[in-house]
DNA sequence: TTTTTATATTTAGCATTGCTAAGTACATAA
DNA sequence: TTATGTACTTAGCAATGCTAAATATAAAAA
């Protein structure tokens, strides 16, 4: 019914939940996506097709580094992302927007967001 | 530096916080635009090309319903903007969607959020 | 009177990104 | 030999926030 709205609301953090998660450790592709799907309870559900994407992106702004490997006894080999001291950076600043900018939201929304 | 980020991660908001700002009465454009700015403490500074399309959507799916009116001793006629019955079951459940939401992004990034 | 200013709305066009959908590739299991 | 599960790639659409500029009017200033 709303859907559209759910699509919008989800732009511009996907950026920043792919940093945060890869703040640990390098992880591939399909990885992110199970752990994005399990740590939100559901709500970051993604397609291939709009993770992968937002890799690329953070590829090419040098936030991300990438390395092929093919652990032994698995099946494919496996395109690690590894995050870079920039994308550290990025993601101190991305998320302090990400504060601002949901502070905004709730100042506006007062007690109808608890 | 990471504006594209902030004008991201504004959409599929403006919809939900106009309306929660004409719960309470009838107001025109300006005027919202000047509330939003005031209430979120500079973080949804709005400019008119932001606004106007805003209400022209809202208007089209039924949220809200206008009246042109001149209040006396004012400059200009006003366009009055009044949310619907619609109008508020619609912002009930696009509130709901951003909560359901925010608490995603909050349980991915656990203490970066506070 | 004429010009300036403040108020208020409208519109065109761009950039970004999440989505669907489809395709490729390969190793293991049936 | 075929099917399945894992993993990555790509094309193209839809939605919306942004910049920029134009329009209109009445009050205030010159």
Same mark, same amino acid.
């Given at each position: 019914?709303?859907?559209?709205?759910?699509?919008?609301?989800? +732009?511009?953090?996907?950026?920043?939940? *792919? #940093?945060?998660? =890869? /703040?640990? $450790?390098?992880?591939?592709?399909?990885?992110?996506?199970?752990?994005?799907?399990?740590?939100?309870?559901?709500?970051?559900?993604? +397609?291939?097709?709009?993770?992968?994407? *937002? #890799?690329?992106? =953070? /590829?090419? $702004?040098?936030?991300?580094?990438?390395?092929?490997?093919?652990?032994?006894?698995?099946?494919?080999?496996?395109?690690?992302?590894?995050?870079?001291?920039?994308?550290?950076?990025?993601?101190?600043?991305?998320?302090?927007?990400?504060?601002?900018?949901?502070?905004?939201?709730?100042?506006?929304?007062?007690?109808?967001?608890?």
């Amino acid at each position: 019914m709303y859907g559209k709205y759910e699509q919008q609301m989800k +732009k511009g953090v996907l950026d920043m939940l *792919v #940093l945060k998660l =890869l /703040e640990q $450790e390098a992880k591939y592709g399909y990885q992110l996506i199970q752990e994005l799907k399990e740590n939100s309870r559901n709500v970051f559900a993604l +397609k291939e097709g709009t993770l992968y994407p *937002v #890799l690329y992106r =953070l /590829e090419e $702004e040098g936030f991300v580094e990438t390395e092929w490997s093919k652990p032994e006894g698995k099946r494919v080999a496996r395109k690690y992302y590894r995050i870079t001291e920039c994308g550290r950076q990025a993601f101190v600043d991305i998320s302090g927007l990400w504060k601002q900018i949901s502070m905004g939201i709730m100042q506006i929304m007062g007690g109808d967001i608890i």
